[in-house]
């Protein structure tokens, strides 16, 4: 059977379970920390919403590869930086060979050009008498100085220009001498002045000829009737003219040969230098990083956003084979061979001084990149953070609830629900009046 109600009750009854309903709504609200938390709350908010997440919870999937790829870079900028070191320690290596270089020179020095007999004749220096002597004489025949003469070197007056022609390397240096008063003094003086080659009398009273640089030496000096035929001699090795120089050591017929003297110091450097040229393929081998090494020619590709296709945005990043020999740094050796460097010679070390600078330039450049391509990389995973918050953010602010706002609202209701209450109760002691009559 129905209970009948009084129009009082009913809506005291009926408001105080609206004030239920929304009381229950709030703290839901409360709990969840969202407003909307069904498509029927809100269909526009509820799934834009969504969408929003979901591209920046793809965005912050790509934050790891973006990780990767910068660790990748970096650990090719450190082995770059290693490197360098070692072609610096390469440079360190090549100025100790160099600052070796007097000990390095090729020379050749000739039999005596005065003997004891002049010596006590003259009462002068071996060393005196033989740059004393004139080059040319009265007759083919080589004249003893005395106390009243000087000497010669026997080369015939009819011989009347005289030159001489030294050679180093690639350089060449001739010049003609007057035959008339010539003398070896006026030989050692013209030799000095080449620039590639010096020469001296030593106390023995020989012709000392030697080297500037550490390139093989050749020197020769002609007698002729013309300037030109001198010169042609004197480049040859003259018929009648060695200045001391054995025979045995002429080549050309009279022009002599420095040889090359072996640095111990330099031979000793080679191996370090090696050594060193060798760890730089070792270092660049092991600049990986996840299985990529861009100092080995591999290829890295950082992805930056979500989507395919031509709408994808990377970078993509070309390594290089670094290795000693793409530096152009060639291996150290004791001899001349052709594609290496001779540690003996001082042209090779220069153009390994040259080449070992050409290498840095091209660490600086390699470095350059990797550090451009870096910049982008951690800018774009900064970007890419940043945008992924925004994201949240934006989806947060359509779906999130005002704690505070919602707070109050419950206490409100609260505050209605007892007043309704309060209301319910008065409403019926309406009815209880009625027990009153009986």
Request: aromatic residues 4%; glycine residues 8%.
């Amino acid at each position: 059977m129905a209970v009948s109600l009084n129009a009082g009750v009913r809506n005291a009854l009926s408001s105080l379970q609206s004030i239920t309903a929304q009381a229950q709504a709030s703290q839901f609200k409360l709990a969840t920390g969202k407003k909307v938390n069904t498509a029927v709350d809100s269909p526009v908010n509820y799934f834009t919403a969504a969408s929003l997440n979901d591209r920046s919870s793809q965005l912050t999937g790509l934050l790891d590869g973006m990780s990767n790829g910068i660790q990748t870079i970096q650990a090719a900028s450190k082995g770059i930086d290693g490197i360098t070191k070692l072609v610096s320690s390469l440079q360190s290596t090549i100025k100790q060979a160099q600052s070796d270089a007097a000990q390095n020179r090729p020379t050749k020095a000739g039999t005596a050009l005065a003997t004891a007999a002049e010596q006590v004749a003259t009462s002068k220096s071996l060393k005196d008498i033989a740059l004393d002597k004139k080059v040319v004489g009265a007759d083919a025949i080589a004249d003893a100085a005395t106390a009243t003469s000087s000497g010669d070197l026997g080369i015939i007056n009819t011989d009347t220009n005289l030159a001489i022609s030294i050679t180093a390397g690639s350089t060449t240096y001739t010049a003609g001498l007057s035959s008339a008063n010539a003398t070896v003094r006026d030989v050692v003086n013209e030799i000095n002045k080449s620039g590639i080659a010096t020469a001296f009398v030593d106390e023995k009273g020989q012709l000392n000829v030697k080297g500037t640089g550490s390139d093989d030496v050749q020197f020769g000096i002609g007698a002729d009737t013309s300037a030109p035929l001198a010169l042609t001699d004197a480049a040859a090795g003259g018929a009648n003219v060695a200045f001391g120089f054995l025979a045995a050591d002429a080549t050309a017929g009279g022009a002599i040969k420095g040889q090359s003297i072996t640095s111990a110091v330099r031979s000793n450097l080679i191996d370090q230098y090696n050594d060193l040229r060798n760890k730089i393929d070792d270092l660049a081998k092991d600049s990986s990083f996840n299985g990529i090494n861009l100092l080995k020619g591999d290829r890295l590709s950082i992805q930056f956003n979500e989507k395919a296709g031509k709408n994808q945005t990377k970078l993509d990043i070309q390594g290089s084979d670094v290795t000693s020999d793409n530096l152009g740094i060639a291996q150290a050796t004791n001899t001349k061979t052709t594609g290496q460097i001779n540690f003996q010679n001082d042209t090779d070390l220069e153009s390994a001084t040259k080449a070992l600078t050409g290498a840095l330039t091209s660490l600086k450049s390699l470095s350059s990149t990797f550090g451009a391509n870096l910049s982008v990389a951690q800018t774009r995973q900064d970007f890419t953070k940043d945008m992924a918050d925004v994201l949240s953010t934006g989806a947060s602010n359509l779906v999130n609830v005002d704690a505070n706002s919602e707070a109050a609202n419950l206490l409100a209701l609260q505050t209605r629900q007892q007043l309704s209450q309060t209301a319910l109760s008065l409403s019926n002691q309406s009815d209880q009046a009625v027990l009153r009559l009986f």
